[in-house]
Structures are given as C-alpha cells and as structure tokens.
C-alpha cells in the first residue's frame, strides 16, 4: 500500500510517502524551497513524488484550502500519477499531532499531549467560528485508537460572549472535558511575546527562549498569568496577540536586559503551565507512557522541567513537534485506520527527506571557494 500525505497550514508545507509502515519520504518544502517555514505556492516538493510511485493507493490531504487541493490535484494529472482513493480532513489538526508522537514513540499504548498555538476550529448553534483549540489530551493504543480527553478551547471576546446557550452548546459538542474561556493559553502568548521582543511568531520562538538565559526576575515585569493559575493575565495580553504598553508602560522601549528579563518570565510561565498538564495528563489517564507534541513542544527547557520534575514516566517529545509533523502524523494514523496494523514501527532516525550527491555538493562547495579565494585544504 502507498499512502502519499500532504499537509500546508499555512506554514511548514511537508509531504510524506509511505509503503506499509516504512517511511519512504518526509520532506519539508522548506528544505526544497530554501524558503523558511515556506508553505507558498507552487510546491516544489511534489516533484519528488515522482522519485518513489507512480501509483498512490490512498492521497490523504490535510489543513489545505480548496485552491491548494485543486493544484495538488492537477499536478498528479500532469504528471500522470494515478490516485485510487482520496481522503481529506480539514478538522483534526490536534489529532495528528497525536498520531505523529504516538507512532513515533514505538509505544503500544499512551498519553497524548498536544499544546499549540491555535489547532482546529469549531462554529457556534449559529455556524460562527467561535473558538479555536489550544490544548488537546488523548489516550492513544493501537492500532488507530485515540480516545479524547480533555481540549482548552479559545474564544475572542470581540466575536461572542460567553453565555449559557454558548457553553451548553460546546458541552454537549464534546463529551469529554474542556475548558472554553477568553484566556489567551501558553503557545499564543509565547509567540505574542516573541513578537515583541522584535522575532517572528512563526518559529521565532526558539530566540525567546534562548534569550531566557540572560534575564533574572524583575517586579518590574507584569505577571504573565493570573495568580495562582495557568491562565494568561489578560490585562497584560490584548486579545489581538499584542501587550497593552498603555497599562504597562514599562515594556515600551525595551533594552536588552529588560527584553530578557521579559523573556525569563515567560519562560518560567511556560513550565509552570507544561507541570501542570502532565500533572492532569497522569491524572487523568493513568498512564506512565506520556508523548508531547505541538508548537510548544519544540520548547527543550520546559521539555528538561517535565523530566525533572516526572522522572518515572516515559516521556517521548516529537522530534518534529511544529505543524511539519502533519504529513506523517495523517498517514501514519490513516495507514494503521486501513490495515488494522497493531504493530508498533517507532521512528528510529530522522534522515528522512532526498539523497544528497556528495560529488555535485563538492563541486559546488569548490566553485564558490574558488570565487571567492578561500584557502581551504579539501577532503
């Protein structure tokens, strides 16, 4: 069986390809484009589909709009690759960031913890897009059991107010526990903070959390949760994914230290939020095998305080816990949903994208140092 998954998300496109469970290809388009984060059209890592079949059993496409899937789609035709069967989700963006730790893992059975910016979205009794998920909890085993627990739902003050019918109707939605509030969570303020701090949103994150190193605990920074909670301090966050330098004026000009020392708090907000969702994660599934993905998964200092602080679970981060973990999270959970495979295939490596010609790289690695003059004793 050839399975070919294509995610975009609007950043950190990836394609794989799968004979059975052996991974044939998981490929960034940012590794192709040279772009970063790139998800642009056209695609340039199609053409390597070409590379490995000819023939797909089942072309399973994800966080794509139609105009995306139409020019996937006529692509394959062009190049007279032949689709037996089509599968296409628009709606379980978190699902899949549990599929990719949990096949990764190479464990039989576990906890899923998804903590992301914004995932999935889901519309009110009137169809209005309301609220945005942010956290996801599942219990997963094999062979493509996932089994939700608990979901943070987000939703903008501007757009609805929170009364009886709004809640009523979520509850009723989902019938396993979720908290909906107006509370920005941890991923959209660590990315709403890294933009102040003068870094992208998209994949700046990594700075702030290095520039956490340099800070030391400053009263003159605001709170970055309410007291006592893992709830973001709203009269901080603005619900645009901006600070309010009115009410804080502080955080207006910022030098260095100040940046840092901004960065340190965040930082420290972030692990106490990662504490507390393993703590509830163990509570509420009973289980030591716990596998973390989503945005905020990249973060390795959090990721060192679960290890710290939980030193008898199992803990397996995804190696590629952003929105590039989407292709292989959808085939793989679509492969073991077709064969009932029950398996486990645990990623071993990640050289998982196309051959390099060390002869042609060498030859170009000459050609600019002879430009250039540099004196560099080849081997």
Same mark, same amino acid.
């Given at each position: ?159 609805? #107010?929170?009364?009886?019918?709004? /809640? =009523? %109707?979520?509850? &009723? ?8 509030? $107006? ?88 692990? #106490?939020?990662?504490?507390?969702? /393993? =703590? %509830?994660?163990? &509570? ?8 973390? $993905? ?86």
């Amino acid at each position: 069986m050839i399975i070919v998954s294509i995610s975009i998300q609007n950043h950190n496109a990836s394609i794989c390809i799968l004979e059975n469970e052996k991974i044939l290809l998981l490929l960034q388009e940012e590794r192709v484009s040279r772009i970063k984060n790139d998800s642009s059209l056209p695609f340039k890592m199609l053409n390597y589909i070409s590379m490995y079949t000819k023939y797909i059993d089942y072309l399973c496409l994800a966080n794509i709009s139609e105009g995306e899937k139409n020019l996937i789609y006529e692509f394959l035709d062009s190049n007279q690759i032949k689709v037996h069967n089509n599968i296409i989700d628009y709606d379980n963006h978190h699902l899949y960031h549990a599929s990719s730790a949990f096949y990764g893992s190479g464990y039989e059975e576990s906890a899923c913890l998804v903590i992301d910016g914004w995932g999935s979205s889901f519309n009110d009794i009137e169809n209005k897009l309301v609220s945005v998920e942010t956290t996801s909890l599942y219990y997963a085993n094999y062979p493509n059991n996932f089994n939700p627990i608990y979901k943070n739902l987000w939703y903008s003050p501007d757009v609805n #107010k929170a009364n009886q019918d709004f /809640i =009523d %109707y979520f509850e &009723e939605l989902f019938n396993y526990d979720v908290d909906l509030n $107006s509370h920005l969570d941890i991923g959209v303020m660590y990315g709403t903070i890294t933009e102040h701090l003068g870094y992208s949103c998209v994949g700046g994150q990594g700075k702030t959390m290095g520039l956490f190193s340099y800070g030391i605990p400053n009263k003159e920074i605001p709170n970055i949760l309410c007291e006592n909670s893992i709830l973001a301090n709203m009269n901080l966050f603005r619900a645009n994914r901006s600070l309010n330098t009115k009410l804080f004026p502080y955080l207006k000009d910022m030098d260095f230290q100040k940046k840092a020392d901004l960065a340190y708090a965040l930082q420290k907000a972030l692990e #106490k939020v990662f504490l507390e969702r /393993i =703590d %509830y994660t163990i &509570e509420k599934t009973k289980c030591c095998n716990i596998v973390f $993905s989503g945005g905020c998964a990249l973060n390795v200092v959090g990721n060192s305080q679960i290890r710290k602080n939980f030193p008898k679970i199992k803990f397996y981060v995804d190696p590629i816990a952003n929105d590039a973990s989407q292709s292989f999270g959808v085939a793989k959970f679509n492969y073991h949903k077709l064969t009932n495979n029950i398996n486990p295939s645990k990623l071993d490596n990640m050289y998982l994208g196309a051959d390099y010609d060390i002869a042609k790289n060498k030859n170009a690695i000459k050609k600019i140092v002879n430009q250039y003059n540099m004196n560099i004793t080849y081997q």
